[in-house]
Nanobody, 121 residues
């Protein structure tokens, strides 16, 4: 089970930190992804991390602004979002899959509920 939190309303240039707490299983061999879906758009992988290796991925539009990290003891993945832009407005979802990070949403069987991020201009 995944529990996402941390969304909210922020002005452009501001910051938010999203959290995704895992429970019910061990995610040490899993890949964790943060997806987002804006109105009328496809859900896209924004960032991801391989839990065991710590290797990360960022979509080009967030590179240098977002940072993904994990806390093994808390079984939590974080997405620190800085220098937020109005185009970052979306519902953000965390997801998990066994194995390596992939871009396809259908490859992730475990999903948290969405958390809304709204960036005002």
């Amino acid at each position: 089970q995944l529990q996402a939190s941390g969304g909210g309303l922020v002005q452009a240039g501001g910051s938010l930190r999203l959290s995704c707490a895992a429970s019910g299983r061990t995610f040490s061999s899993y890949a964790m992804g943060w997806f987002r879906q804006a109105p009328g758009k496809e859900r896209e992988l924004v960032s991801g991390i391989n839990w065991s290796s710590g290797s990360t991925y960022y979509v080009d539009s967030v590179k240098g602004r977002f940072t993904i990290s994990r806390d093994n003891a808390k079984k939590t993945v974080y997405l620190q979002m800085n220098s937020l832009k109005p185009e970052d407005t979306a519902v953000y979802y965390c997801a998990a899959r066994s194995g390596s990070l992939v871009f396809t949403r259908d490859a992730y069987p475990y999903w948290g509920q969405g958390t809304l991020v709204t960036v005002s201009s």
